[in-house]
Nanobody, 126 residues
Framework: QVQLVESGGGLVQAGGSLRLSCTAS????????LGWFRQPPGKEREFVAA????????YYGDSVKGRFTISRDLAKNTVNLQMNSLKPEDTAVYYC???????????????????WGQGTQVSVSS
């Protein structure tokens, strides 16, 4: 199996930036698709972004497209999420998730990802 560990969360002012990282260990081929999901307080888990490890194809949720950028560092087995122009609505626990493979139109479905990190808190103040 693959283990996923998030880092980089914190408190930031609206309009600011933050970078999250997800480091994978173990069986790397168990997570060819790496995604970021977030869960605001009292709300459902929401798709943020995803990337394929092999090719680097990226996918974004509508609420973050144009502001967030997902990338991968092959040497470090790490997926990064650069978050710019942050809004209070971005406040949530952010989770890294992985899956061996899925249909491209299913990248936003949390139940397709068997591997999850512990989550990291992102708080954006107004």
């Amino acid at each position: 199996q693959v283990q996923l560990v998030e880092s980089g969360g914190g408190l930031v002012q609206a309009g600011g930036s933050l970078r999250l990282s997800c480091t994978a260990s173990g069986r790397a081929n168990s997570a060819n698709v790496l995604g970021w999901f977030r869960q605001p307080p009292g709300k459902e888990r929401e798709f943020v972004a995803a990337i394929t490890w092999s090719v680097g194809t990226t996918y974004y949720g509508d609420s973050v497209k144009g502001r967030f950028t997902i990338s991968r560092d092959l040497a470090k087995n790490t997926v990064n999420l650069q978050m710019n122009s942050l809004k209070p609505e971005d406040t949530a626990v952010y989770y890294c998730a992985g899956t061996p493979a899925l249909y491209s139109d299913h990248v936003m479905l949390a139940d397709r990802y068997p591997f999850w990190g512990q989550g990291t808190q992102v708080s954006v103040s107004s």
